[in-house]
């Protein structure tokens, strides 16, 4: 099971990494305790976790310090997605072999990979996949099953695999996105996060200053 990081500490005297770790743990201390539990139920259940909010609320975030603290043992993986990503390249394809002209070889996808491995993956955004994609997270989400294009069925994903997604508060999705999608998933509201917070956690850098000033 997870526990509540501990309260912030400064981070002045601290090497990048370090510094790093210690915004996150800031953030997360930061959340009602209702969140982190409501997360930490779906974790240990492994059952898909949805992180919703408005913009600049720190939903990557969440899930980073997540994967800081629990430790997946195979690792975590990040899939960026929109309405044209190829649902069929994350289970996998036929490429051609460099070595033999003419030949191919199959090539596993990074979704199935992930699946089989037994990682923690993040689909960001998920609220604007296309119907493909999202027919393809179906099965995991229902019945912890990925299809194997390889193998021409459908293989029970790895006991260590957690799926999580995130979606924006107001933001436009895909007609694919409905309730019926949003039913699968544990949802962890995340409420917006105050100017000041988003100051302590931001890298001091110029993309940071960039956000500040849209925020």
């Known amino acids: 099971s997870l526990s509540r990081p501990g309260a912030s500490l400064p981070c002045g005297d601290l090497d990048p990494i370090e510094k790093r770790v ?14 982190l539990q409501r997360m930490a139920r779906a974790v240990d259940a492994a059952h898909p976790v949805l992180i919703h909010g408005p913009p600049c ?67 960001e955004d998920i609220h604007v996949a296309g119907p493909e994609l999202l027919s393809v997270l179906r099965p995991i989400l229902d019945t912890r099953h990925v299809y194997d294009p390889q193998a021409g069925a459908a293989v029970p994903v790895h006991p260590d695999f957690r799926l999580f997604g995130t979606s924006t508060a ?46």
Not at 22 to 35: I, K, T
Request: with cysteine; charged share 15%; aromatic share 8%.
């Open 57 to 123: 609320s720190g939903k990557s975030t969440l899930f980073n310090r997540l994967v800081e603290l629990a430790a997946p043992t195979a690792g975590h993986q990040i899939i960026n997605v929109g309405e044209q990503t190829d649902a069929k390249a994350l289970l996998g394809a036929y490429i051609t072999s460099s070595g033999a002209p003419g030949q191919f070889r199959w090539k596993t996808g990074v979704l199935l990979d992930v699946c089989c491995r037994g990682m923690w993956v993040l689909v």
């Open 170 to 215: 107001g933001a436009v999705g895909s007609a694919a996105w409905n309730v019926l999608d949003r039913a699968f998933w544990t949802v962890v509201e995340l409420p917006e996060m105050s100017r000041e917070l988003l100051q302590s956690i931001l890298p001091t850098n110029g993309n940071a200053d960039l956000v500040m000033s849209l925020y």
């Open 22 to 35: 210690c915004r996150e743990s800031a953030f997360a201390s930061s959340l009602p305790d209702q969140v």
